[in-house]
């Protein structure tokens, strides 16, 4: 007859005296979790809970469960999330870029310039979809326009105070954004607490922020207002994207609107009720200190 020889580990969870993963053991799993497993050797890129303890095993620790691995990780706070794309900047001048940055944010902390972090923002009839609470068994439907229609919203947020200016376009070009220039100048040095201070708009390298037409409408603000374009293909350092998903989360996501007319006057709604409350967009966008 054939015997069937059973792992230590289910005959230690059949007495209750289950292996656990301590010491030496411990570091080696943090080490490896942290670790691609390419780079350990294997043909696959992600880890499982199966394949660490074979690992492990294969360096000699002494055998337990996949499950106490999967515990054990959730005891040292590993969870499985999603991870999310990571791009690098391709420009050269990026550091410099950066620095200057820098500089400019604590120029503004200290009153010596006016920093704004500007941006567009389309707004799509067609709703965003996001997760939300659901009755378990059920899915909720989200329903969707005929046809889609779209206009665009230009937005800039102060990055100390952190009230915003915002305008609504037909279209996201150079006329645009130069109708959005002109009443965000005149909404910023026609407020009671603007000194003559010099602004600095910090932009991205979309085309329509460095257009032969902008840059000629621009030198009428040449005295007073300095457009900084960011580091090509860095989205992270515009602090406004993240009002942009707030807004998005909040308001566009998972509604469709009676019609643009309707989704445009929620959208001005709610970043003119922000005004009302410039922490909150400050710890949105994360410039507190």
């Known amino acids: 007859m054939k015997v069937k020889v059973c792992p230590a580990w289910r005959i ?3 007495v209750g005296v289950l292996p656990k993963v301590t ?3 411990e570091a080696e799993l943090k080490k490896l979790v942290e670790q691609e497993p390419r780079k350990a050797g294997y043909s696959f890129s992600s880890w499982t809970c199966a394949d660490l303890l074979h690992e492990l095993i294969r360096k000699g620790f002494e055998a337990v469960s ?10 040292l706070g590993y969870r499985v999330r999603r991870p999310v794309l990571s791009i690098a900047s391709p420009d050269p001048e990026y550091r410099q870029k950066v620095k200057s940055l820098k500089k400019y944010q604590k120029q503004a902390k200290n009153g010596e310039i006016l920093l704004y972090y500007q941006d567009e923002i389309d707004l ?12 378990e068994g059920a899915q909720r439907k989200v329903p969707t326009p005929g046809q889609n229609q779209k206009q665009y919203g ?36 026609q407020a009671p607490d603007y000194h003559g201070q010099k602004i600095v708009v910090v932009v991205d390298n979309f085309i329509i922020h460095r257009s032969r037409k902008t840059q000629e409408f621009l030198e009428k603000y040449r005295d ?5 374009l960011l580091p090509t293909y860095s989205p992270w350092l515009n602090l406004i994207e993240r009002l942009w998903k707030h807004l998005r989360r909040k308001v566009t996501h998972n509604h469709l609107f009676a019609s643009l007319a309707d989704l445009v ?25």
């Open 12 to 14: 230690a969870l059949v």
């Open 23 to 25: 010491g030496q053991c």
């Open 66 to 75: 996949s499950e106490t691995i999967r515990a054990h990780l959730h005891t």
């Open 124 to 135: 799509n009839l067609l709703p965003g979809i996001m997760r939300c609470w659901t009755l």
């Open 154 to 189: 230009f937005g800039a947020v102060n990055y100390v105070s952190g009230q915003t200016v915002h305008c609504i376009e037909e279209r996201k070009n150079s006329v645009g954004f130069c109708a959005f220039i002109e009443q965000f100048m005149q909404t910023v040095t």
């Open 224 to 228: 007073h207002l300095l457009l900084f």
């Open 265 to 289: 006057k929620a959208v001005c709604s709610f970043l003119e009720a922000l005004n009302a409350t410039p922490q909150l967009t400050l710890s949105v966008i994360g410039a507190t200190e």
